[in-house]
Structures are given as structure tokens and as C-alpha cells.
């Protein structure tokens, strides 16, 4: 599985940006897709994930309410919708995907592939 993470880029506060995640090689529809981001001097944050379904999804509470997780099978692409950007958003964002039929986890250990990253930057 490879995946290639899109829509990074420079934003002011209270902006929006569109994060698209996709996958090729084996089909990433029946894996639960994640996605997370890391700043400088920081460890790897959970930001959101959806089940394979697309009926359950998950939040870190720092981004419920503005930020929506989505997934389009027919595609093989999974989406990260970041509205009312904060200056704190900045960071690199990865898409990743747990192949186990598990419940969706907020940890990177939990997910075995990884896209590149892209650079979300919001100036205040």
C-alpha cells in the first residue's frame, strides 16, 4: 500500500484548507485510514481516523468541531476537511492506514502505513 497525502499550504487564521490521502497497490477500502501531524520538537499527534465503513469516526478533542474526516471507497482516497484554522494547527500531516479490522486507534503504532506528509502552515 502507498499512500500520498495532498493540500498542504499556507493559511491565515480562521482559514480552510482540504487534505486528500490516496491509495494505491492494494485497495485502502476495507482499512481503517488515520490521520496525524508532528511539529518541530513535538511527537506524532492523532488527529482524526474513520473506519473502513465511513460510519465511525474519531477526533482529538483539539479539533472536534472543525476539522472532518471523509472517505471515498470508489476513489481509494480519504479526506481531512480543516476549518477555522488555528495558528497551533501548524504542523506536517500523514495519512496512514491500519490494515486490522479493529476499532479505529489513536495511536501511531496501531497503523502499519505511511504517506509522506504534507505542510499545513497558519499564520496568525
Known amino acids: 500500500v502507498q499512500l500520498q497525502a495532498s493540500g498542504g499550504g499556507l493559511v491565515q487564521a480562521g482559514g480552510s484548507l482540504r487534505l486528500s490521502c490516496a491509495g494505491s497497490?492494494?485497495?485502502?477500502?476495507?482499512?481503517?485510514m488515520g490521520w496525524f501531524r508532528q511539529s518541530p520538537g513535538k511527537e506524532r499527534e492523532f488527529v482524526a481516523a474513520i473506519a473502513w465503513s465511513g460510519y465511525s469516526t474519531y477526533y482529538h478533542d483539539s479539533v472536534k468541531g472543525r476539522f472532518e474526516i471523509s472517505r471515498d471507497n470508489a476513489k481509494n482516497r480519504v479526506y481531512l476537511q480543516m476549518n477555522s484554522l488555528k495558528p497551533e494547527d501548524t504542523a506536517v500531516y500523514y495519512c496512514?492506514?491500519?490494515?486490522?479490522?479493529?476499532?479505529?486507534?489513536?495511536?501511531?503504532?496501531?497503523?502499519?502505513?505511511w504517506g509522506q506528509g504534507t505542510q499545513v502552515t497558519v499564520s496568525s
Open positions: 497497490g492494494p485497495s485502502i477500502n476495507i482499512y481503517t
Open positions: 496512514a492506514a491500519d490494515p486490522t479490522p479493529t476499532q479505529p486507534m489513536p495511536i501511531p503504532s496501531a497503523y502499519e502505513y
